[in-house]
């Protein structure tokens, strides 16, 4: 399959650890899988993987919150 953002290179299936950053702090998001694009680094995700990465997200960017106050 071809990339749908740039057209010029090949989606790869890749499983891979997502850093993350919210407001200075970083945490990773494990084993995120998903289709990778070669030529411009963009990634395409299934509704449920997408829904996984959501929630970890906004479950750190709480924990930094409560941390704050």
Not at 29 to 42: F, L, M, S
């Amino acid at each position: 399959m071809q990339c749908p953002f740039c057209g010029d290179g090949p989606m790869v299936r890749e499983t891979r650890d997502m850093p993350y950053e919210y407001d200075g702090h970083e945490t990773v998001i494990p084993q995120v899988t998903g289709d990778h694009c070669t030529a411009c680094g963009e990634w395409l995700f299934s509704d449920k993987e997408s829904d996984r990465i959501a929630a970890a997200m906004l479950a750190f960017n709480r924990s930094i919150t409560a941390a704050r106050s």
